[in-house]
């Protein structure tokens, strides 16, 4: 074969591998676009089925076994199995999207997990999480807020099982038990001293 056949082989090869990367890429994108319309039917079965055959793509298989796992698809599931109300998978699934180098995706995928910690009632976890966000993103409002929250029921957690909290308790027990009786009460009329 001559040199300029050989370049001609190479950039057949090389053009149809970018128009079969091109078409997973058109396929993934397309899919995602009808996903939200899915999720606001309610047919989350369905969109993670959607989710499912993208992933089982020619052109997602051969990325993942290069290694690279797709984040996005990752973080899709992890948000319809919130909604599904499996928090133990779509954990699993925000963890794998947490992996991206994309900050914005890897902000809202550690976010949505602390979401699913805070549900858990593990306050500072969550909190380490949200505190993660918002080094990525020091503008997230709704992180801050989740954040202080986070620290106030963490704080009232220890709170209610201290023992100063639990001696207290007992006191104002003791103290409903004792007969007080009628001795202190208003009897007759006011003395004024001068």
């Known amino acids: 074969m001559s040199g300029k056949n050989l370049a001609r082989l190479f950039l057949l090869v090389l053009a149809c591998l970018l128009i079969l990367y091109s078409y997973g890429y058109y396929k993934k994108h397309y899919a995602l676009a009808m996903l939200e319309g899915k999720i606001k039917m309610g047919k989350y079965k369905d969109a993670l089925a959607s989710l499912d055959e993208v992933q089982n793509s020619a ?19 992890g948000v319809l199995y919130t909604l599904m109300e499996n928090k133990k ?10 992996e991206t180098s994309d900050p914005i995706l890897k902000a809202r995928a550690i976010y949505n997990n602390a979401n699913l910690i805070a549900t858990d ?74």
């Open 59 to 77: 052109i997602i298989r051969i990325l993942g076994k290069l290694g690279k796992e797709d984040p996005v698809i990752a973080y899709n599931k």
């Open 89 to 98: 998978k779509a954990g699993a699934e925000y963890r794998k999207a947490m």
């Open 121 to 194: 009632m593990d306050f500072s976890t969550a909190a380490m999480q949200y505190a993660e966000v918002l080094k990525i993103d020091a503008g997230d409002f709704q992180a801050k807020k989740n954040l202080e929250r986070m620290r106030l029921g963490e704080q009232q957690f220890n709170t209610m099982f201290s023992p100063e909290q639990q001696e207290r308790e007992d006191r104002i027990e003791a103290l409903k038990l004792i007969p007080w009786g009628t001795k202190y009460k208003y009897s007759g009329e006011q003395k004024i001293r001068w």
